[in-house]
C-alpha cells in the first residue's frame, strides 16, 4: 500500500503532453480529467487549465466544459486537441511538465498562442520540451543540442 501510494504521488508531480493526444468519446471536462470519475472532476482545476491553454479562444462554444468530443477527436482540429493534451497535463498542477513536440500539429495563430501562454503554462514548473521547432526552443532557458554524434 505504501508504495503504490508513493508511485501514485509521483505520478502526480508530472504532466506529459504526447505528440499523438489520445481522446475519449466524451466531453472536454472528461478528457482533460481522465482518470477521474465525474463525481471527483475538480471544476475550478479544469476552468483554470483551460483558462491557461486558451482554449476558449480556439474552440469557441457555449459551456465548452461540457462540449462533446467525439471519437479520437473527429470533430476537432490538430490545435484543438493539443491544447487539451496540455490542459489535461496541468490540470492536477504538476510540478513538472514534459512536452513532446508540441507544436508540431499546430497552425501558425495556434502555435504563436501556445508559445505567448507558454510563460504561464510553465510558471512555478520544471518545464522539459523536446522539439525540431527552433521559434519554440528560442522561449527556453537551456536548449541541449542531441545529434547522431551523441554515443
Not at 479544469?46 to 457555449?62: A, C, F, H, N, R
Not at 508540441?102 to 510553465?122: A, H, V
Request: a positive charge; hydrophobic letters at 35%; proline letters at 3%.
Amino acid at each position: 500500500k505504501i508504495l503504490s501510494s508513493t508511485k501514485r504521488n509521483f505520478q502526480n508531480l508530472i504532466g506529459y503532453v504526447p505528440q499523438d493526444i489520445f481522446l475519449i468519446n466524451d466531453t472536454v471536462e472528461s478528457n482533460i480529467a481522465m482518470g477521474d470519475s465525474k463525481k471527483d472532476i475538480n471544476a475550478n482545476d479544469i476552468k483554470k487549465s483551460l483558462e491557461l491553454v486558451e482554449l476558449k479562444d480556439i474552440l469557441d462554444v457555449p459551456n465548452i466544459e461540457k462540449h462533446k468530443i467525439t471519437e479520437q477527436g473527429s470533430n476537432l482540429s490538430g490545435g484543438q486537441t493539443q491544447m487539451i493534451g496540455v490542459a489535461r497535463a496541468i490540470y492536477r498542477n504538476p510540478k513538472i511538465l514534459i512536452f513532446d513536440e508540441p507544436t508540431n500539429n499546430l497552425d501558425i495563430i495556434t502555435k504563436n498562442k501556445f508559445i505567448k501562454n507558454l510563460k504561464k503554462i510553465s510558471s512555478g514548473r520544471i518545464c522539459i520540451i523536446v522539439s525540431h521547432d527552433t521559434e519554440l526552443l528560442k522561449n527556453c532557458n537551456k536548449v541541449i543540442t542531441v545529434d547522431e554524434k551523441f554515443n
